[in-house]
């Protein structure tokens, strides 16, 4: 893999941050020429990335750092040292999504944004980007999955890349790939459905629902550290029952009472 794309001087460029960039302007693009459908003006469109990319980007990183205190130093300033460090990579997705959906929900109430409706809009975008996202994350090498036999899995030989040492050179699960396969249909999904009769919040719910699954069964070929929770489940796993049970009850909800959009 090439977590490293190329060096000028001291100057890098990461494959993770250059994807994780394609991933934001990719999902953009789908939406910004659609931005009629909800009548968002331009820059509250602009403000509402800019809110979900900060939140997504701090929320992510400090739920990583809350779970994997223990690993990243023996002191307090060996652990700051870590993160400093190692700024660039270190997230944990779920993280993100619920800083970063706390932060739009304040803003589209200050702005008197209807919520749902602008949710399903933009959530759309979401697995797109999400998509390009892990495939930064695969050619990193971080969140990488557990030893296979079977003959799609990968070998990662780079020494930069942030598999662990023991297991380069080892094949393993892609679940980088899995994942970044899974959100692509998501995304097409998304985008047909949208585009029917639906309740407003549906879209939004449907998402929820389909990515906790999807990451709950990935969860199980990953071969980071996952930490250990309720019978041996990692915390992404325990936080996508809860996300679940939470958009199952609210779609319940939601179908009972509400106008369609269309």
């Not at 929770?229 to 609210?250: D, M």
Request: contains cysteine; hydrophobic residues 50%.
């Amino acid at each position: 893999m090439h977590p490293i794309l190329f060096k000028i001087g001291s100057f890098e460029l990461a494959s993770y941050g250059l994807m994780t960039a394609l991933g934001y302007a990719a999902a953009c693009a789908y939406l910004f020429p659609r931005l009629k459908k909800v009548q968002l003006d331009k820059d509250t469109f602009w403000n509402l990335i800019f809110i979900a990319f900060m939140g997504a980007l701090l929320g992510a990183k400090l739920l990583f750092i809350i779970l994997n205190w223990n690993q990243l130093g023996a002191t307090f300033t060996e652990k700051l040292a870590t993160i400093i460090h190692d700024f660039r990579y270190g997230f944990v997705f779920f993280g993100g999504m619920i800083v970063s959906v706390a932060s739009l929900i304040y803003y589209m109430k200050r702005k008197h944004l209807p919520i749902l409706k602008t949710s399903d809009f933009l959530i759309v975008g979401l697995p797109l980007g999400h998509a390009l996202g892990r495939v930064g994350c695969f050619l990193a090498g971080c969140c990488y999955g557990r030893p296979t036999t079977l003959p799609w899995g990968v070998r990662f030989t780079d020494p930069h890349a942030l598999v662990a040492p023991e297991l380069h050179g080892i094949a393993l699960h892609p679940t980088q790939l899995y994942e970044s396969v899974a959100n692509l249909l998501l995304f097409f999904l998304l985008h047909k459905l949208y585009n029917k009769p639906h309740k407003d919040g549906m879209i939004l719910l449907l998402y929820v629902a389909c990515y906790s699954l999807l990451r709950f069964v990935i969860e199980f070929f990953r071969g980071d550290y996952r930490g250990g929770f309720l019978g041996g489940l990692s915390p992404s796993q325990c936080i996508a029952i809860c996300i679940a049970g939470i958009a199952f009850s609210t779609w319940i909800y939601i179908t009972k009472k509400g106008p369609s959009h269309d």
